[in-house]
């Protein structure tokens, strides 16, 4: 999963980073440009590759792999 920290103050987003460097960035970018005030906005999050596609594909596969067994196996 990566995440993207969206600043409460401006229009400030992070890059999409995972683990803690979008909160870092975040606290970053509040003592620049917000000093004193404490960090809030919104997280949003999304998964780092998404599996859309690749479970069709893999089907496939192995359909072909079953079609070439059976035609394999004909006398
Ligand atoms: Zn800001």
Known sequence: MVNRYWCGECSFKT?????????RRQIEHYAEKHPGTPPGGQ???RRRHPG??????LL????????TVVAACRP
């Open 60 to 67: 496939a596969a192995v359909a072909l792999v079953l079609l």
């Open 52 to 57: 859309r596609g690749h479970g069709c594909l």
């Open 15 to 23: 890059p999409w980073r995972g683990g803690a460097e979008g909160l």
């Open 43 to 45: 997280i949003e999050t």
